[in-house]
Antibody, heavy 122, light 105 residues
Framework: QLQLQESGPGLVKPSETLSLTCTVS??????????WAWIRQPPGKGLEWIGS???????SSNPSLDSRVTLSIDTSKNQFSLKFFSVTAADTAVYYC??????????????WGQGTQVTVSS | SYELTQPPSVSVSPGQTARITCSGD??????PCWYQQRAGQSPVLLIY???KRPSGIPERFSASNSGNTATLTISGTQAMDEAEYFC????????FGEGTKLTVL
């Protein structure tokens, strides 16, 4: 059974960089069928796609966040990572990693991590 | 940018049928999917490619999609179905609806 687990600091100061890692187990991250994604959910709000990365390192991100996001992948460790720059209180959220699958002309997220709470505060 | 609109809340009695809508421009062309998120848990994929269910998802969950509206239908709603439901589509970008809170009274 595929499992994803987020890790990283739960508290980040304003203007600093948020760094999270997702460790994938029960399957290889080096699959040509899947992308690996980050999604966040502010308290009491809906879901927001942050970005996705392919095992080759090719990445895409939400245009509204693109300038503050860097995605990377380490296939030797079966991990992928998110760096989110210049955070503010508005970036406080539960951050999920997920597996993204292209299905026909659309895309779905079929496996999710348990999520990690990140609070931006001084 | 593309937007998906869902009602904030829907209520249903146990055993009855719940319907949750998701609206967006020409959504019928976009094969939206649906997720269930129980309180304090991660989202779970319920429906994809308009009306396909991943392994383990009960048959009481179904969906339709036409024109500008997609509808998630839960037949014989159970107390365990009380959750937040999100639709999601692709329009040059991943787009989620705001979510609908289903209350089973």
């Amino acid at each position: 059974q595929l499992q994803l687990q987020e890790s990283g600091p739960g508290l980040v100061k304003p203007s600093e960089t948020l760094s999270l890692t997702c460790t994938v187990s029960g399957g290889s991250i080096r699959s040509s069928y899947y992308y690996w994604a980050w999604i966040r959910q502010p308290p009491g709000k809906g879901l927001e796609w942050i970005g996705s990365i392919y095992y080759s390192g090719s990445a895409s991100s939400n245009p509204s966040l693109d300038s503050r996001v860097t995605l990377s992948i380490d296939t030797s460790k079966n991990q992928f990572s998110l760096k989110f720059f210049s955070v503010t209180a508005a970036d406080t959220a539960v951050y999920y990693c997920a597996r993204r699958l292209i299905v026909g002309t659309t895309t779905v997220f079929d496996y999710w991590g348990q999520g990690t709470q990140v609070t931006v505060s001084s | 940018s593309y937007e998906l609109t869902q009602p904030p809340s829907v209520s249903v009695s146990p055993g009855q049928t719940a319907r949750i809508t998701c609206s967006g421009d020409r959504l019928g062309d976009k094969s939206p999917c649906w997720y269930q998120q129980r309180a304090g848990q991660s989202p779970v994929l319920l429906i994809y490619q308009d009306n396909k269910r991943p392994s383990g998802i009960p048959e009481r969950f179904s969906a339709s999609n036409s024109g500008n509206t997609a509808t998630l239908t839960i037949s014989g709603t159970q107390a365990m179905d009380e959750a937040e439901y999100f639709c999601q589509a692709w329009d040059s970008n991943v787009v989620f609806g705001e979510g609908t809170k289903l209350t089973v009274l």
